[in-house]
């Protein structure tokens, strides 16, 4: 019977880590190729740059570090839930299918012309997926069983005060 229920509790922790990582998974699309806007962008020209840290990121020749910080924690979910889905895999792998994930994101912004197509958001999208996925290892270092559960607890907290600023903002501005 104990079995049983730790099966049941297992498997409802696994459902909430799929439903979490579903709804981040679509605010991350809805962030990078529609910049949270209910219209669709408008098409222009497309661009690309190929050469990291350059001009997108820099503000009368200074880097803008906020942006690179933010690209970086939108893609930290992910590295965690590759580990929390996936643990015993390769890493070199859960980093590879981070910056092909990226890269696809880079891709159809350049083929659909709604945004810039820039290395720098490969490289720092790569790396927070790689912070994620260290953070993680860490975390389950000290929590062992319970960090699963601790990471769908932070993070659907996170998605619940994001909805709820980002629905008061909207509000505010009709």
């Known amino acids: 019977m104990a079995e049983n229920f730790k099966e049941f509790k297992h498997q409802k922790n696994s459902n909430l880590s799929y439903f ?3 709804v981040y998974l679509l605010l991350l699309i809805w962030l990078i190729l529609f910049k949270f806007d209910f219209a669709l962008p408008q098409w222009r020209q497309s661009s690309i740059n190929l050469i990291p840290f350059a001009q997108s990121m820099s503000v009368n020749g200074e880097i803008v570090y906020f942006e690179l910080v ?3 924690i939108a893609f930290m979910p992910l590295g965690i ?3 929390v889905f996936n643990k015993p895999s390769n890493l070199l ?3 590879v299918t981070a910056l092909l994930l990226s890269l696809s994101f ?3 912004q350049y083929v659909l012309g709604i945004g ?3 290395i720098t958001d490969v490289i720092m999208n790569t790396l927070g997926a790689v912070l994620g996925i260290i953070f993680y ?3 389950s ?3 062992k069983r319970s960090s699963e559960k601790i990471i769908n607890i932070v993070l659907l907290v996170l998605i619940v005060a994001f909805c709820a600023i980002w629905s008061f903002l909207l509000i505010a501005n009709m």
Request: proline fraction near 0%; charged fraction near 15%.
């Open 70 to 72: 933010t690209n970086a």
């Open 106 to 108: 880079e891709i159809i």
């Open 141 to 143: 270092k000290f929590l």
């Open 93 to 95: 792998l859960k980093i």
């Open 116 to 118: 810039v197509s820039d």
């Open 137 to 139: 290892m860490v975390l």
């Open 81 to 83: 839930y590759m580990m």
């Open 20 to 22: 979490i990582f579903i």
